[in-house]
Each structure stands twice: as structure tokens, then as C-alpha cells.
């Protein structure tokens, strides 16, 4: 037997399936209302019109008197994990139960609805820019993705007339690949990562895309990104190194800098710019002095608060998030470009 429980806070519609054995409850199906570790994340519906707050004391009365209501020893199966945007805290795990997110999950002890509100909506990563999107997309009827067909892989004539057509090219090789040779103006996103997330984060909703990738990963590529909307890709490069030693006038590489380098350029370019991609929370482990904060999710609406005829150097924790947009700065016509690796680990441990 199942029981649809309605438990908004997420979103004002998100709903849990309370699966019963017999007159008991067995497990419960949480969405994104309850995660391993976490809760749903409240902040995410404001571009239909719906505040955090108000959200998260749905939240709030949802937990309290819907999922705790229920016994210790149901299970618990939440839509997502670690990885995925939709909360701050989540874990790896798939399953639990009731009474081990009472005991565990720092959403769950014991606090007012004010210290609940608190409690979720601080801390946030910044919204993938694609999520407005994705939120609008699927209240309407699509397409069926069929996710075995591989895209086109396209000629030379054919990429070039996508490209004229106003594709956006994503090359989902590694940063360090990426760097040492790449179609000029393409995107580096890499696939051995949250890619359809990052890709959403740099491309806008609607472009068509040609994707990059090793041979036997292009229709992965092409599936996660359908998998957040992006369905329009046109086809698919899978031999770069091929095509640009065919073509050197279509071949561009990527400037990376160790700590040390930035150190130098810090002291001997003038004009510097540079820019910290990672979200707000990150700041709390320290920045880079005198870099300006642009969280990679914002960075494609914000690209004019940057001088184009100024050096720029972006960084992120790691190196991954600052390859992606530095490649975006490029593509949009900075032409001195260049990212940390290490990202501010690196940083931390050179000044150390």
C-alpha cells in the first residue's frame, strides 16, 4: 500500500510516498524534502515567485509533522546524494532511517522554526544558473530522450557551420588536456565531474551545443546534458587532438599558473585582475587578497564587471571550476587569461 504524503518546503508541490507492509510503515520515498544528512534545500523557487523563508517554515511544519510523525525504523529513500545541488550537507549514502536522521541530521534536532529557517537557508551554495529553467521545463511536455542514440560526429564543414549557427562548444576532456590544445572559444567542462551542473552554469538554456569528448563518451555527454533540458546538441567532436593538428588555425591552449607564478603576477602586471569562482561559503577558508568574488554560477551574467583589456586570473579550491571559467572569459573575448592549479589549497600552501 502507499500513501502519498504532501510535504512542500522544497518546493511548494514536492510530495512523499509513504510504502506501507501491512498496516506498517515500511519506507518512505523523501524527494527532496529529506535527505541522508540533510533537508531539501528552501531558496531555490524564487524566479516562479516563492520565497526561502516562506518555504522553509513549509519545510519546517513538513519534517516535523509529516516524516517525524513516522516510526524510527521506517526507511528512508531520498532522490539525491552527495553531489547534487539540492542541499548543502548531503551524504553519500542511498538509504537511512527516521530514527537515524533524528539523531543525526542537523536539520532535525531540536529548534524552533526560526532557528529551522536559520539553520537551511544559510550557507547555501549559490543556485545553478540553469534552474529557473529546469524548474519551468518540467511543468511542460517534452520529448522522450533516448539516450543510446550517440550524436553526429561532425566534419570539419559541419562543426564550423554549427559554430556559425551560434553552438556553444563544451569540451568535456580534462582541465590538463584542455589546456594543451583545444578548439579556440570552446568551453572547458569536464565529464569526470559534476558536468551537466557546470555546463548549465556557463551555456545558456537554448543554445545548441557541440560536445567534445574522447571516443565512446560523446553520448554520455549528450545525455546528462539532456538530463537538465540542454537536449540541443548538434554533434559531437571525438578525435580534437586530430583535428587540430589538421587544423592549427582552429587550435588555441589554456595558461595555467602554480602559486608561485601568481605571486609574480601579482607583483608585475598591472592591472591584474583576479577572480574567485567559488560559492560564498568557501570564502570562510580565506581568498586570495584583492581578488573580487564572482561564484562560477553568476560568472556568465556578471562577465561585464570585468575588463577585457585587463590580464585576468581566475581560482576556484581545486583547479576545476576555474578551468571551466576561464575558458568561458575567453570564449566571450578576454583575451589574457589564465587559472590557478591547485586552486586555493594550492595558494594556502605556498604562503604557508
Known amino acids: 500500500t502507499l500513501e502519498v504524503l504532501a510535504t512542500p518546503g522544497h518546493t511548494p508541490e514536492s510530495v512523499s510516498v509513504v510504502v506501507f507492509d501491512g498496516d506498517e510503515p515500511w519506507g518512505v520515498l523523501t524527494g527532496d524534502t529529506l535527505f541522508v544528512g540533510d533537508v531539501g534545500r528552501p531558496d531555490l523557487m524564487s524566479s516562479v515567485g516563492w520565497d526561502g523563508d516562506t518555504l522553509a517554515r513549509h519545510l519546517y511544519r513538513s519534517l516535523r509533522d509529516k516524516l517525524m510523525a513516522l516510526p524510527d525504523s521506517t526507511r528512508v529513500f531520498p532522490a539525491h546524494g552527495a553531489g547534487s545541488a539540492c542541499g548543502k550537507n548531503m551524504s553519500a549514502a542511498t538509504s537511512s532511517t527516521i530514527g537515524e536522521q533524528r539523531e543525526t541530521n542537523y536539520a532535525l534536532r531540536p529548534m524552533s522554526e526560526n532557528e529551522f529557517v536559520a539553520a537551511v537557508t544559510e550557507g547555501q551554495p549559490v543556485a545553478p544558473a540553469y534552474f529557473p529553467f529546469a524548474a519551468d521545463a518540467n511543468r511542460h511536455a517534452h520529448e522522450i530522450l533516448h539516450d543510446h542514440d550517440a550524436p553526429v560526429v561532425l566534419s570539419t564543414d559541419e562543426l564550423a557551420q554549427a559554430r556559425a549557427d551560434g553552438a556553444a562548444v563544451v569540451d ?4 590538463e588536456v584542455f589546456a594543451s590544445g583545444h578548439l579556440r572559444g570552446s568551453i572547458n567542462v569536464p565529464l ?31 545525455v546528462r546534458l539532456a538530463r537538465i533540458g540542454f537536449d540541443k546538441v548538434r554533434g ?8 587540430l593538428a589538421e587544423h592549427e588555425e582552429m587550435a588555441d591552449v589554456a595558461q595555467r599558473l602554480t602559486a608561485t607564478d601568481l605571486a609574480g603576477w601579482r607583483h608585475d602586471a598591472p592591472g591584474l585582475q583576479v577572480v574567485d569562482v567559488r560559492n560564498p561559503g568557501e570564502l570562510e ?29 581566475v581560482y576556484c579550491a581545486s583547479g576545476v571550476r576555474s578551468s571551466i571559467a576561464a575558458s568561458l572569459l575567453r570564449a566571450n573575448g578576454f583575451g589574457d587569461v589564465a587559472d590557478l592549479l591547485g586552486g586555493f589549497a594550492a595558494w594556502r600552501d605556498a604562503a604557508a
Open 236 to 243: 559531437a567532436v571525438t578525435d580534437a587532438e586530430m583535428l
Open 285 to 313: 577558508d580565506g581568498a586570495v587578497k584583492g581578488s573580487t568574488s564572482i561564484p562560477l554560477p553568476t560568472l556568465l551574467e556578471r562577465l561585464d564587471e570585468l575588463d577585457r583589456a585587463r590580464p585576468v586570473v
Open 172 to 175: 568535456g576532456r580534462a582541465p
Open 192 to 222: 569526470d565531474g559534476r558536468f551537466s551542473e557546470f555546463a548549465g552554469d556557463v551555456v545558456r538554456a537554448g543554445t545548441p551545443i557541440v560536445v567534445v569528448a574522447d571516443t565512446g563518451r560523446e553520448t554520455e555527454a549528450k
